[in-house]
């Protein structure tokens, strides 16, 4: 192995790794802080967080990926480019924070609900000149103090969450968590920067500079506007137009089916590069190669989509407890856009790979807006249900919209296609009929993975998938691809 792919490797095993800890520890940090405050306070808490997300991409503007890009091209732009990027960041991070401050006092929220947004605002505006500092890591493809920034600031949230919660101190003391992880995050990547002589950091404002990093970033920025307000746009909605309980009810929903999508998330990071070297080379592989990673998904998905809907009371009750079994229903739909949702990670990422980026964006665009009209005429009637359902349509068609362009790029058997989505499909509802069956009698942690047995094995008579297809998923996920290391750096 060559130095330049031993530093890959080691960049992706040190990444990965820590976004698997990250993501283990938040998921269930959540569940206990949900359980502890109850369905209002969380409420609170997942509106003050979800509203200065959305902004936060103002903030950045998509300048954190120019700013790596330009780097790794040219070291001798980082002092430059950087100086200028966080003096533009932190004037961004002002005036965005004061429009935040601005709208939820104009929103009527009550002074707890503002305090904990003010203090999320100042999250926002310390993880954007964060992201920054490790942007230039990233440029110099070193991932590593990243990696281990990413699980500090996890360990203190989660070990000074647990510690509040424990006192029962009050709700803002769980955001202000954030503030002194946060803070940590900017020392930490801030003092790497000099430590290792990367980058000396003045406050600058050359216009030239900033003019062309602007022209680049533009595309970043109006595909990370439609993604945010696509994602979170449901929770703010429902907590102007239905109150914190609703959200709260919805949140934990939301958080079960948003911690999935690491899965279709990892297994196209080793997509994109495959996609885009096929489209160069061979029409036939790409088609292959489509045609494989849509099936895996469809395998994972369904199983997983099915066995949730019918184990939702079990789950909702058992993690969250009886307060939240209202968000059984919302868990329930939101599962059945889990399987359009999944699909639409190598749809994206063929286009994306063909230069059909701008056809991702205006889909993008266009499920948002759908979005949030749907949210906006269910949520008054239906509340949080019409919030789940306004999720499941946006997620449908946004798969849709991108299927569509996928046949005009690539001409894939839609018969073969149909022929396995049966399969899958079959074997999910012979696994749920199984489940519902033995629900009654049988605690639903012996269910889930005698589940996935039936499933497997149904899947596996029917030629559903072979030995090798196993090996090429699990490869997919679990092991560091070189064109996957290029992408985190």
């Given at each position: ?370 979005n949030v009209l749907l949210n906006i005429l269910l949520i008054p009637y239906f509340t949080f249900i019409g919030a ?101 750096s």
């Open positions: 192995m060559s130095y330049e792919q031993g530093r890959l490797t080691k960049n992706t095993t040190y990444y990965t790794t820590a976004l698997v800890i990250q993501k283990i520890l938040s998921f269930f940090y959540f569940v206990l802080i949900a359980r502890m405050i109850g369905v209002t306070d969380a409420g609170k808490y997942i509106f003050a967080l979800s509203f200065t997300t959305i902004f936060s991409v103002f903030v950045d503007f998509g300048l954190t990926p120019i700013l790596i890009r330009e780097i790794a091209k040219d070291k001798g732009k980082t002092h430059r480019y950087l100086s200028n990027i966080v003096s533009l960041k932190i004037i961004l991070g002002l005036v965005v924070w004061a429009i935040v401050i601005l709208l939820v006092n104009l929103l009527g929220y009550p002074p707890i609900t503002k305090t904990l947004v003010y203090l999320a605002g100042l999250v926002m505006v310390l993880d954007s000149l964060s992201l920054s500092f490790y942007g230039v890591l990233r440029g110099y493809q070193n991932l590593k103090y990243e990696s281990i920034g990413t699980i500090i600031y996890e360990v203190i949230v989660v070990t000074l969450g647990i510690v509040a919660l424990v006192l029962k101190a009050p709700l803002v003391i769980l955001i202000l968590v954030f503030v002194v992880a946060s803070s940590f995050n900017f020392c930490y990547s801030l003092t790497l920067l000099y430590r290792k002589k990367l980058a000396r950091i003045k406050f600058s404002l050359d216009r030239h500079i900033l003019k062309a990093l602007l022209i680049i970033a533009l595309p970043f920025a109006i595909a990370g506007i439609f993604n945010r307000v696509y994602s979170y746009i449901d929770t703010i909605l429902l907590s102007i137009l239905a109150g914190d309980k609703f959200v709260g009810w919805y949140g934990v929903a939301y958080k079960l089916t948003f911690a999935l999508q690491f899965i279709p998330a990892a297994f196209a990071a080793s997509l994109y590069p495959a996609f885009s070297g096929y489209f160069v080379t061979s029409r036939e592989h790409l088609v292959k190669t489509f045609e494989r990673a849509f099936n895996y998904l469809m395998i994972v998905a369904i199983p997983i989509a099915c066995g949730t809907i019918i184990l939702a009371d079990k789950i909702i009750l058992k993690l969250y407890g009886l307060e939240y079994s209202p968000s059984i229903l919302p868990l329930q739909i939101l599962m059945g856009s889990l399987i359009f949702i999944f699909l639409n990670y190598p749809v994206g990422s063929l286009l994306n790979a063909c230069n059909r980026q701008i056809i991702n964006t205006i889909n993008m665009g266009i499920a948002m807006v759908i789940s359902i306004a999720s499941l349509s946006s997620a449908t068609i946004l798969f849709f919209l991108g299927f569509i362009w996928t046949n005009r790029i690539i001409k894939f058997n839609k018969f073969l296609m149909f022929k396995n989505f049966l399969k899958p499909l079959f074997a999910g509802l012979a696994m749920g009929s199984t489940i519902l069956y033995l629900k009654p009698q049988i605690s639903f942690l012996i269910l889930i993975p005698l589940g996935v047995f039936i499933y497997f094995i149904i899947l596996y008579l029917l030629r559903g998938f072979t030995k090798e297809d196993i090996k090429v998923f699990y490869k997919s996920i679990f092991v560091s691809t070189r064109t996957k290391n290029k992408a985190n």
